[in-house]
């Protein structure tokens, strides 16, 4: 009986938790943005772990980081840079001028390749085709 009365207990605190109105109801949405300026080593030495960071223009005063897109297969990494942008009405968005960049960085273990290629989305050309800042970075064993 005790373990019945655990159960009934445990899901109706799930069920009441469940309908707790906690969203705020705000508009929003996710937007790619070009990396303009990566800082990455030369050189990595196998087994270390080395800090990756990009820079790119904040569009609006709506936009704020959100994360990144990264993606790898085999030696190669595609990165880009997400956005989360306030679509409030009750708040206005003021278009920012491209003078400052805005810095974000990730961590990166280097594994077993002899190389990795990195590719820093950096937005789509005229014909719509996605556009890539890529770098090479050898990779040397540990001295």
Request: net charge negative; proline share 3%; charged share 25%.
């Amino acid at each position: 009986m005790k373990k019945v009365k655990l159960i009934l207990a445990f899901f109706l605190a799930a069920l009441f938790t469940g309908c707790l109105d906690d969203d705020d109801n705000i508009p929003f949405f996710y937007d790619v943005v070009a990396i303009e300026e990566v800082t990455i080593p030369d050189e990595f030495t196998r087994g270390e772990t080395y800090k990756i960071t990009v820079s790119y223009f904040r569009p609006s005063t709506c936009h704020s980081f959100s994360g990144f897109d990264y993606g790898g297969f085999g030696n190669e990494r595609t990165v880009a840079v997400f956005n989360i942008v306030i679509d409030d009405d009750t708040t206005p968005c003021e278009d920012l001028e491209r003078t400052e960049l805005v810095e974000a960085s990730f961590t990166f273990f280097v594994g077993r390749e002899n190389s990795y290629v990195f590719r820093f989305w950096q937005g789509r050309d005229d014909q719509g085709n996605n556009q890539f800042l890529t770098i090479e970075v050898p990779v040397v064993d540990e001295q």
